[in-house]
């Protein structure tokens, strides 16, 4: 079993200063490349294989895809001065019902591909002062800015690939 410490379990502190929006744009902007990178050698066996009832590589990637509407409107909440954010669907109900591992693993990174290269050109278009917006992350009960919301991204990305890699070593 993982020691890996479960995504809902983590906690965060925004401490670092908003203006480091560019290497948290970075980092999310890099996921696609990583992504592809880290499955592109590995058998579709391997890939759709599940750790017991936990998500296949396949299924992990494909939850990546599925969040990306979570973040795009939770940065349309930012520019629209919302208060609190949306809460996000901790049951991944989404993911499980999306079947994944049916699905063509070219097909999941195109698409996580494209999707996240739209969120990263609205965050380039946007003026350094507005990465200092704030609103309320119903989850974790803090105040988040944009940009602690962008490093929250790039950590749930990394969550996933951190995952990824241990269920490559496991299989």
């Given at each position: 079993?993982?020691?890996?410490l479960?995504w ?15 290497e ?8 696609p490349?990583?992504l592809?990178d880290?499955?592109s050698s ?9 750790d017991?009832e936990?998500w296949?590589i396949?299924?992990?990637a494909g939850?990546?895809?599925d ?7 939770r940065?349309?909440?930012?520019l629209?001065?919302a208060e609190?954010l ?8 989404k993911t ?8 063509n693993?070219q ?8 999707e996240?290269t739209?969120?990263?050109q609205r965050?380039?278009?946007l003026?350094p ?7 309320h992350?119903p989850?974790?009960?803090v ?9 929250f991204?790039a950590?749930?990305?990394?969550y996933?690939?951190a ?7 496991l299989f």
């Amino acid at each position: 079993m993982s020691e890996h410490l479960q995504w809902g379990q983590r906690t965060f502190a925004f401490t670092f200063p908003a203006e480091v929006f560019p290497e948290m744009i970075e980092r999310v902007r890099g996921t696609p490349a990583r992504l592809e990178d880290r499955v592109s050698s590995i058998p579709l066996t391997i890939l759709t294989r599940r750790d017991g009832e936990r998500w296949s590589i396949q299924e992990n990637a494909g939850h990546l895809l599925d969040i990306e509407g979570l973040f795009s409107r939770r940065l349309d909440e930012f520019l629209a001065g919302a208060e609190i954010l949306q809460a996000a669907d901790m049951s991944n109900r989404k993911t499980f019902e999306a079947d994944h591992n049916r699905a063509n693993m070219q097909s999941i990174l195109t698409n996580f591909r494209h999707e996240r290269t739209r969120l990263v050109q609205r965050f380039d278009d946007l003026q350094p002062e507005t990465f200092t917006k704030v609103a309320h992350h119903p989850r974790l009960n803090v105040p988040m800015r944009l940009v602690d919301m962008i490093f929250f991204q790039a950590e749930h990305d990394d969550y996933h690939l951190a995952r990824i890699s241990e269920l490559v070593r496991l299989f």
